[in-house]
T-cell receptor, first 114, second 114 residues
Framework: AQKVTQAQTEISVVEKEDVTLDCVYETRDTTYYLFWYKQPPSGELVFLIRRNSFDEQNEISGRYSWNFQKSTSSFNFTITASQVVDSAVYFC???????????FGSGTRLQVQP | NAGVTQTPKFRVLKTGQSMTLLCAQDMNHEYMYWYRQDPGMGLRLIHYSVGEGTTAKGEVPDGYNVSRLKKQNFLLGLESAAPSQTSVYFC?????????????FGPGTRLTVL
């Protein structure tokens, strides 16, 4: 069975601080995809990134960056110079190769104070 | 394109009542999913469908039924609502072409069962 663990339930930072959200996953598949989604206070789910298990290159998109390490089964997400608009719940997820459904972590609530 | 839409957005039911949640997508996706989101638990898969006329159980299927009579629609039914079914329900769809494809989510339905 697959599992995604986001041990940080809630993080509070002050604007302009850097913050890293941790994600640890378990799967027996040798090929898999990992995702990060953002859920702002309005409630919708916003896709941020997809990473496949063959690509361990780190990715940077503006203030966002992702560190994927197969050796530790982690896919961590860093926000640089956080802003109030980054306040949201962030979910890490792993896709199931059979059903193609997502297994979600429990989410990390990020609060960025002005 | 509207993407994935859900009807209704909010609903309050009394214990024992029944209702149907409608999900529609206009992206010609083969795969469709129903998830529920409860506080502190992330999203969990209820049922899913890999194509018109097919449905299958996810992690938490008890108390729900689904139907996929048309490719673009995926219905979630509650025959006899219980307070434990109070939750936010998300529908999603994805393309069959790449099993690691992004899932597109609807805006959610907030259901309260009294």
């Amino acid at each position: 069975a697959q599992k995604v663990t986001q041990a940080q339930t809630e993080i509070s930072v002050v604007e302009k601080e850097d913050v890293t959200l941790d994600c640890v996953y378990e799967t027996r598949d040798t090929t898999y995809y990992l995702f990060w989604y953002k859920q702002p206070p309005s409630g919708e789910l916003v896709f941020l990134i997809r990473r496949n298990s063959f690509d361990e290159q780190n990715e940077i998109s503006g203030r966002y960056s992702w560190n994927f390490q197969k050796s530790t089964s982690s896919f961590n997400f860093t926000i640089t110079a956080s802003q109030v608009v980054d306040s949201a719940v962030y979910f890490c997820a792993l896709v199931d190769t059979g059903r193609r459904a997502l297994t979600f972590g429990s989410g990390t609530r990020l609060q960025v104070q002005p | 394109n509207a993407g994935v839409t859900q009807t209704p957005k909010f609903r309050v039911l009394k214990t024992g009542q029944s209702m149907t949640l409608l999900c529609a997508q206009d992206m010609n996706h083969e795969y469709m999913y129903w998830y529920r989101q409860d506080p502190g638990m992330g999203l969990r898969l209820i049922h899913y469908s890999v194509g018109e006329g097919t449905t299958a159980k996810g992690e938490v299927p008890d108390g729900y039924n689904v139907s996929r009579l048309k490719k673009q629609n995926f219905l979630l039914g509650l025959e006899s609502a219980a307070p434990s079914q109070t939750s936010v329900y998300f529908c999603a769809s994805s393309s069959h072409r790449d099993w690691g494809n992004e899932q597109f989510f609807g805006p959610g339905t907030r259901l309260t069962v009294l």
